[in-house]
C-alpha cells in the first residue's frame, strides 16, 4: 500500500497562513485531494487534482504538489477553518485504491 | 441535485452482521459506482471498498476481505455494504461517497454517515 503521512496537528493564529503537508514516496506523480472534516459532519473536498479549487470553496485554499510532499495551504486563516484535514490519493493498480493520510487537526488559536 | 442517504444508527453485538445501505438520487446510477469510507471514534478516513453500480462488480480493502460484502439494487438506486463477524473494533461512523466523474479519485459527494456501534 502507499503510505501518507499528514502531521497531526497544525496550529496557527487567526489571519496567518496554515500549511498542512501530505508526505508520500514520489507523491508528485500521484494526484492528491484534500478533505476539511468538521465536528459531527462528512468530509468535504476543497483542493483536488493537486491544485484545483471545488466551487464554493474559498480562494483561501490552496495546494501544490512536488517531490514527496504535497501541501494544503489556508491563508488568512479564520476561526471557521479550524477542522481536520485529510490529504487522498487515488491508484487503480494499487492495493487499496482509495488512500487517505492519517488527518491534521488545524486549531485556530 | 445529488444526494446519497444512508439508512440509521445500529447496535450489533460481537460476532454480528450489519447492513448499512444508501440510496442515490440525483444523476444516472449506473453511471458511477461508489465507495464506503469508516472512521472509528477520534480516527481517520479508511476507505473499505468500491461497487460498481453498472455490473454489481466490486472490490475491497485487503483488511476488510472475507468480513464485507457491496450489492447494489439498481431498481431502488441503492448500494447495500454488509459487514459480518462484527468486533469492538469495527465500531465507527460508515459513509458512502461518489467518487467524482472527473475519474481523477475524489469523493465529491458523500451520504450523511451510519454510525456502527458493536458492543456487547
Known amino acids: 500500500s502507499y503510505v501518507l503521512t499528514q502531521p497531526p496537528s497544525v496550529s496557527v493564529a487567526p489571519g496567518q497562513t496554515a500549511r498542512i503537508s501530505c508526505g508520500g514516496n514520489?507523491?508528485?506523480?500521484?494526484?492528491v485531494h484534500w478533505y476539511q472534516q468538521r465536528p459531527g459532519q462528512a468530509p468535504v473536498v476543497v483542493v483536488h487534482d493537486d491544485s484545483d479549487r471545488p466551487s464554493g470553496i474559498p480562494e483561501r485554499f490552496s495546494g501544490s504538489n512536488s517531490g514527496d510532499t504535497a501541501t494544503l495551504t489556508i491563508s488568512r486563516v479564520e476561526a471557521g477553518d479550524e477542522a481536520d484535514y485529510y490529504c487522498q490519493v487515488w491508484d487503480s493498480s494499487s492495493d487499496p485504491n482509495w488512500e487517505f493520510g492519517g488527518g491534521t487537526k488545524l486549531t485556530v488559536l | 441535485q445529488v444526494h446519497l442517504v444512508q439508512s440509521g444508527p445500529e447496535v450489533r453485538r460481537p460476532g454480528a452482521s450489519v447492513r448499512v445501505s444508501c440510496k442515490a438520487s440525483?444523476?444516472?446510477?449506473?453511471?458511477?459506482?461508489i465507495s464506503w469510507v469508516r472512521q472509528a471514534p477520534g480516527q481517520g478516513l479508511e476507505w473499505m471498498g468500491w461497487?460498481?453500480?453498472?455490473?454489481?462488480?466490486?472490490t475491497y480493502a485487503q483488511n476488510l476481505r472475507g468480513r464485507v460484502a457491496m450489492t447494489i439494487d439498481a431498481s431502488t438506486s441503492t448500494v447495500y455494504m454488509d459487514l459480518r463477524s462484527l468486533r469492538s473494533d469495527d465500531t465507527a461512523v460508515y459513509y458512502c461517497a461518489l467518487p467524482a466523474a472527473s475519474g481523477t479519485g475524489y469523493f465529491d459527494y458523500w451520504g450523511q454517515g451510519t454510525l456502527v456501534t458493536v458492543s456487547s
Open positions: 440525483g444523476y444516472t446510477f449506473t453511471n458511477y459506482g
Open positions: 461497487i460498481s453500480t453498472y455490473n454489481g462488480d466490486a
Open positions: 514520489n507523491i508528485r506523480y500521484k494526484t
